[in-house]
């Protein structure tokens, strides 16, 4: 009789325990019979998925519908990530704006990208100096990109010039730039490369550093860029890992002055800018 009791009591937990296995949903919450079975989905809102029943679940992740998979949004405060490379033609219809260190990358490699850049460039120059030539006339970068918007992306590398500025000033300018340019290129992807050191010899040179430039303010001045970069939603890499010395200084030996690249340097910050290239179908 005990033996009988015993069994039908077993026979009741094991009922009560798949009961409640198909009661509880995967956040171990009751569940009712209407959304039994319903796959839960995700859809992209400001930032945050929200799930079919309204609720948000994990910050800036989405689920893309049509594959069933989590799609991560970009990372801004991070570098862009090393990528297959792109061939020397994709820099045909993008933009180059900067100095004479950005005017020596497109100078000495065997690419044609739209050239917007100038020895002595600085944010400063972006929408007074007029140096672009198209035909009878002369425009600024600011006025350029109105002018002619046929272009895939745009890459800006400048900073050196701007190195005896307080960093301010220099934030509010370059975040100016960054936020014209936007409101021109639309949804085209925008790059900013992070400023190169010079040289120790460079730094200590009175006579080729007249201006008293130095790394220090470097590393101060690629950290602005870092935050404007996250603030405007734009791409940043620094290819400077190609060629500094352990002090965080330009290796000599890939500098032809101290503060610009050797031909051979160019070549090899080149293939960094083709193996740095966002595929923007991975985020959302």
């Known amino acids: 009789m005990k033996r009988t009791a015993v069994s039908i009591l077993i026979v009741l937990c094991i009922a009560l325990g798949v009961f409640l296995v198909y009661s509880l949903n995967i ?45 991560l949004p970009y990372d801004y405060s991070a570098p862009v990530p090393e990528s297959e490379p792109v061939d020397n033609a994709y820099f ?43 035909g009878e006339e002369t425009f600024n970068v600011r006025d350029a990109l109105r002018e002619n918007d046929d272009y895939d992306a745009v890459y800006i590398s400048t900073g050196i010039n701007e190195l005896g500025w307080s960093r301010g000033r220099f934030a509010e300018k370059y975040r100016d730039m960054i936020n014209d340019i936007k409101s021109t290129a639309g949804e085209r992807p925008i790059y900013i490369q992070l400023i190169m050191p010079v040289t120790n010899g460079f730094e200590a040179s009175k006579i080729m550093n007249p201006y008293g430039l130095k790394n220090s303010d470097v590393s101060l001045f690629n950290e602005t860029l870092v935050d404007i970069a996250q603030e405007c939603g734009v791409y940043y890499f620094d290819c400077s890992e190609l060629f500094v010395l352990d002090d965080g200084s330009l290796d000599p030996k890939v500098s032809s002055d101290g503060a610009h690249l050797t031909l051979k340097a160019y070549g090899d910050q080149l293939e960094f800018y083709k193996t740095h290239v966002v595929n923007e179908e991975e985020y959302r």
């Open 27 to 71: 956040s171990g919450q009751f569940s009712d019979a209407v959304h039994m079975g319903t796959p839960v989905s995700a859809r992209y809102v400001s930032g945050a998925a929200v799930a079919a029943d309204g609720m948000h679940s994990s910050e800036g992740i989405a689920e893309d519908p049509s594959i069933g998979v989590l799609i």
């Open 92 to 134: 045909d219809r993008c933009v180059f704006i900067g100095d004479s260190r950005m005017l020596g990358l497109v100078k000495y490699n065997d690419i044609d990208p739209i050239n917007y850049c100038s020895v002595g460039f600085s944010v400063a120059s972006y929408d007074t100096a007029e140096f672009i030539r198209v």
